[in-house]
């Protein structure tokens, strides 16, 4: 143990702790371990308290990384050491900048290893450290081992570049510190490159967006790491220290890096407390965390948006702007590193821009000045060359500095609005200048309803982006229809959307069609208004304008029929195509609707659902074909579906005509509606076929659409007795298979007839796989032996994310007039074994049930029931309504509470 003379003070004070007591304390002690985790473990407490009391951060990160150093001090005099070994921070706490769990990185820099001595008192160091409870990161290594290891590993050289002197010989890393200039190793314009190809593979990794729903506050785009990917290379070009010695050199334009400190200090403030939360180097930010961090935070509901909606609205709205910096910083260290020895090739556009080197600049200063409307130009000739590479460094700090002359004159003035009407005709890239313009902070400005949307997240599962990002990413897919680069994916809108005389209106309903989110009220109207005026503004006729308007009232309005109304049934179709009026307004609605549906969340758009959109624009336009005065007969499509159906029989002669007639007769018209002569023809020779009539007969096989297999097909033919959807959701629940529509049929003879429409849990068909098929029948008779002692039902554990959107479950419920059937609605959240206990419900109010229609939207279920009393009519009592629905809502929140 060293004397009170060969413990020297640390003699740098940190706020809060007694160092003269610590250093007393150690010196009186043979067990100096308590002393260390006692002050560890204290200082900790102080700067986390002072964080929840609304401290800045920037003064935590400091202090706790000067706190480690003073610990440090302590524990490395703790042992003997000679001249020639040097205790080094590097990264992050060689920066001086240490968060609640991050590592504390330290290099152990020797002139040799061959010493016995620091061998053994390394060792003895790094034991007491992790006794301490400190994470430490450490490497140990020779003078030459580190010179050798950041020559190769680029991550290595920007390690060492920030790495400062805690203890030891300063003479080691001043020769290390001379070993690693450009002079040396990795000149300017390699390091550069290096870390610009690091980000844009990290960038990669994450979608290239800053919108991710659990965004990685360190690595995602506009994170921390973009923040410090300017430092490395601007540091190591400068030869400084930190960024602030730049300021006032031309480096920063005004404001910029206000921008940057001001963005990393709200980054650091939700990192420590990620940290803080997670007990752990938690770097993502979870929905687990969002709500906690935005209450921690101070952030309050109000009529508009949830809190966590508000602090996600400026996490986003940060990041967006520090991307946009760090690529007009980037740029501008790119021309004074790589393209600072290259002569300028200057291309003329006209008076106002050129190009130089690939990118386009202004002719001189002063043009965002003397016309304003250049700064919607520039996009626009963007747009038409697709060979310019970007827009130069000053002429986008140009147009930072000139946003402001985006008012209402400048959006009122019909040469802007021409501008913008010819960016949306241009024929290059572009959706990349959409993107650009919200970066850059012109397209918010333009549009100011735009501007509201920016970084505006929903609370949900279902809507995987802002808004803002969904909206862009609405026109990207519609351009990807209109190259036919996924034809085989998107058939039919590939085919629609080059037979669309005005793309213009179709892009302004991709604009508009969720602009009227986060205003209150409903967004589709909201929206239209919107849409309405935008186009009067940019002299669209009348009639467009009202047609732009009219598709974004509507733009819901195709996805929810299809997915939520029986599309076997002629006067849905009829009601469909009276709505849509022709075969133009049917033609847009489903190109809008489709790029609607795969820009919300990509597991959204399945074939099932791709099959039911099909269907029901196909139908629609055969039923426009045939005129609206001319509906289809019922009685006509059953006929000629059993016409149909008989003539393949006959054909296969594995049943008599008469047996199948016969058969057909104990069968309601809503199966010949519903079902294709094709199924029947395959229902009728199994259940002519089978012998064991009496047991339940159950056959599975994939739906094919244009040879692409859709969906996978069950069909149960079963006595009455046996409930069978209630067997079947609980069977399939348990076999982690995913319902996703039901037909219902029962017939005269004492049988049930079910067709369920399933896909497996990475939404696949598995009809031809036999394991899964045979598990499913045999799994589907033991459960029927079951039904009538059922327990619990089938627990699964509820995946995480689904956790942290709970909302209380809504029905509704009516009775159709035009069948003798009552329709019930269920609007939950989603989570394991939820129709198994919608099922139950029903076997308990004797309830039973036609048609399903099942729809999962991210955390959510929206269901549609078709169901009857025993007696096959609708519900007419509204007490048992009001008690159906009061059970409906009572067990499912109290199962989500219990998952």
């Not at 993107?435 to 929903?458: A, C, D």
């Amino acid at each position: 143990m060293p004397s009170y003379q060969e413990l020297p003070l640390f003699r740098k004070p940190v706020f809060g702790f007694d160092e003269r007591s610590f250093r007393s304390a150690l010196l009186s002690t043979k067990v100096v371990i308590t002393c260390f985790k006692d002050a560890y473990v204290a200082i900790n407490h102080q700067l986390d308290m002072r964080f929840r009391e609304g401290e800045g951060v920037r003064n935590l990160i400091y202090e706790r990384a000067r706190m480690i150093d003073c610990l440090l001090h302590y524990a490395w005099h703790q042992f003997s050491w000679q001249e020639d070994i040097a205790l080094i921070a590097v990264g992050g706490y060689g920066r001086g900048e240490l968060h609640p769990k991050s590592d504390i990185d330290i290099l152990i820099l020797m002139e040799e290893h061959h010493n016995e001595h620091h061998v053994k008192n390394i060792r003895g160091l790094l034991t007491l450290l992790w006794d301490i409870g400190l994470d430490i990161g450490h490497s140990v290594r020779t003078l030459a081992e580190c010179i050798n290891l950041a020559t190769q590993d680029i991550t290595v050289a920007t390690n060492l570049i920030e790495s400062r002197i805690l203890q030891g010989s300063e003479h080691l890393l001043n020769t290390l510190e001379i070993a690693i200039t450009p002079d040396n190793m990795w000149a300017n314009d390699e390091f550069f490159l290096a870390k610009v190809n690091e980000q844009r593979l990290r960038h990669k990794k994450y979608n290239n967006t800053e919108y991710n729903l659990e965004p990685n506050v360190k690595n995602a785009p506009g994170g921390l790491r973009d923040i410090q990917t300017i430092q490395w290379v601007a540091k190591r070009f400068f030869h400084i220290r930190t960024l602030q010695e730049l300021n006032g050199t031309g480096f920063f334009a005004d404001k910029e890096l206000a921008i940057l400190t001001d963005g990393e200090e709200f980054l650091w403030r939700v990192r420590y407390g990620l940290h803080l939360l997670a007990k752990r180097p938690e770097e993502r930010l979870l929905f687990d965390y969002q709500k906690e961090l935005a209450e921690l935070f101070g952030y309050k509901d109000n009529e508009e948006s949830l809190a966590i909606e508000q602090f996600m609205h400026q996490y986003y709205r940060i990041v967006l702007s520090l991307r946009a910096l760090n690529d007009v910083l980037l740029q501008f260290l790119d021309e004074a590193t790589l393209k600072r020895s290259l002569s300028n090739n200057i291309t003329p556009i006209n008076s106002r821009f050129q190009i130089c080197n690939n990118y386009i600049e202004i002719t001189n200063p002063n043009i965002f000045k003397e016309t304003p409307s250049a700064l919607l130009e520039i996009f626009v000739l963007l747009a038409r060359n697709h060979k310019i590479m970007g827009i130069r460094a000053w002429t986008i700090r140009l147009m930072h500095e000139h946003r402001y002359l985006i008012d209402k004159a400048f959006r009122k003035n019909p040469d802007n609005n021409r501008l913008f009407i010819e960016l949306l005709n241009a024929p290059y890239r572009l959706v990349t200048q959409l993107k650009r313009m919200v970066r850059y902070g012109i397209l918010g400005r333009y549009l100011p309803e735009f501007g509201h949307i920016i970084g505006q997240m929903q609370h949900d599962l279902f809507h995987r982006y802002t808004v803002d990002a969904h909206t862009l990413n609405v026109i990207r897919f519609m351009r990807i229809f209109l190259s036919k680069k996924d034809i085989n994916r998107f058939p039919i809108a590939s085919q629609i959307i080059t037979q669309l005389p005005n793309l213009k209106l179709l892009y302004t309903a991709g604009l508009y069609h969720d602009i009227g989110k986060g205003r209150g009220g409903d967004h589709s109207i909201l929206g239209a208004e919107d849409a309405f005026t935008f186009c009067q503004q940019h002299q669209f006729t009348n009639r467009e304008a009202k047609f732009a308007a009219w598709l974004v009232k509507n733009h819901l309005l195709m996805s929810s029929v299809s997915q939520k109304q029986d599309l076997s049934d002629p006067e849905v179709i009829h009601e469909f195509a009276l709505k849509m009026g022709d075969q133009m307004h049917l033609d847009y609605l489903y190109v809008l609707t489709v790029a609607d549906m795969n820009a919300t969340n990509p597991d959204i758009w399945n074939s099932w659902r791709a099959s039911l959109l099909r269907e029901l624009y196909l139908q629609t336009k055969r039923a426009l074909n045939r005129g609206l005065e001319h509906p289809v007969d019922k009685q006509e499509l059953i006929n000629d579906t059993q016409q149909t159906a008989m003539e393949q029989l006959l054909k296969n002669k594995k049943v008599s005509e008469q047996a199948a007639w016969e058969l057909w007769q104990t069968t309601g018209d809503d199966y010949f509606l519903q079902e294709t002569a094709e199924d029947i023809v395959w229902h009728t020779e199994a259940i002519l076929y089978s012998e064991q009539t009496d047991k339940p007969l159950i056959l599975i096989d994939d739906q094919y659409i244009q040879n692409e297999k859709v969906i996978t097909k069950l069909f149960i033919r079963a006595k009455s007795t046996y409930n069978v959807f209630a067997a079947a959701t609980t069977t399939l629940d348990q076999l982690n298979l995913n319902i996703q529509s039901a037909r219902i049929y029962s017939t005269m003879s004492g049988y049930t007839m079910d067709t369920f429409y399933v896909l497996d849990q990475e939404e696949k068909t598995f009809g031809d796989n036999t394991d899964i098929t045979e598990k499913v029948i045999t799994t589907l008779i033991e459960e029927f032996n079951l039904i009538n002692n059922y327990s619990d039902i089938i627990k699964r554990r509820t995946p995480r994310q689904l956790k942290y959107f709970s909302s209380p479950t809504r029905t509704s419920i009516h009775n159709d007039t035009t069948k003798e059937q009552t329709i019930l609605e269920v609007i939950s959240p989603d989570r394991p074994g939820l129709l198994a206990r919608l099922a139950r419900i029903f076997v308990e109010y004797d309830i039973a049930l036609m048609t399903a229609k099942i729809t999962t939207l991210g955390e959510r279920v929206e269901d549609i029931f078709f169901i009857t009393d025993s007696n096959s009519n609708r519900l007419s009592d509204p007490l048992i309504c009001e008690q159906l629905q009061q059970s409906i809502c009572t067990q499912l929140d109290a199962q989500t509470i219990d998952h």
